[in-house]
């Protein structure tokens, strides 16, 4: 991604999430640029007519959910959005398939990422990629976690 992508890769996160009902705060948004700009993030867009219509973000995958020590070889995918005038036209399966290539040709030999249990657009994408449920975390009453992973 480059320097100039950030403002509509943000813009792609915001209306997202406001379209889930989620609306960012402002500290939100702030922290979502950090990430984005962090020397190990590895962000991608998509476009359509030059506009950005989607925004993954891939990091180093870590041990004990992201706070332990970087797992060599092992990638996290810890956010996809897509504006919702482009949801369900194959953006986010781009995005997906564009980030395990570049992950393959990093070296890279597997790639996880967490979803919302509930989330089963996102979940069939995943699955219909080629990505395989390997665990169910309960993290609250009303919140359930699902990891998906693939081997490279």
């Known amino acids: 991604m480059r320097t100039a992508d950030l403002p509509g890769a943000v813009a792609a996160w915001q209306a997202a999430n406001i379209a889930r009902g989620k ?5 939100r948004v702030a922290r979502i640029i950090e990430k984005l700009q962090e020397p190990d993030a590895l962000p991608y867009v998509a476009a359509e007519g030059g506009a950005i219509v989607g925004m993954v973000l891939a990091e180093p995958c870590r041990k004990d959910d992201g706070a332990g020590a970087v ?3 092992a990638l996290h995918i810890s956010m ?3 504006f919702p005038s482009s949801q369900r036209a ?3 399966a781009r995005l997906m398939r564009y980030t ?6 990093a070296g890279m030999s597997r790639v996880q990422l967490w979803t919302g249990r509930e989330n089963a657009a996102a979940r069939r994408l995943y699955a219909n990629i080629g990505m395989k449920l390997t665990s169910i975390r309960q993290v609250d009453e009303a ?3 699902a990891r ?3 081997d490279l």
Do not use: C, H, K, N
């Open 71 to 73: 797992i060599p070889g």
């Open 80 to 82: 996809i959005f897509v």
């Open 143 to 145: 919140t359930e976690w």
């Open 100 to 105: 395990l290539d570049a992950a393959r040709a």
């Open 148 to 150: 998906y992973e693939i």
């Open 23 to 27: 609306p960012p705060t402002p500290q």
């Open 90 to 92: 194959s953006v986010g």
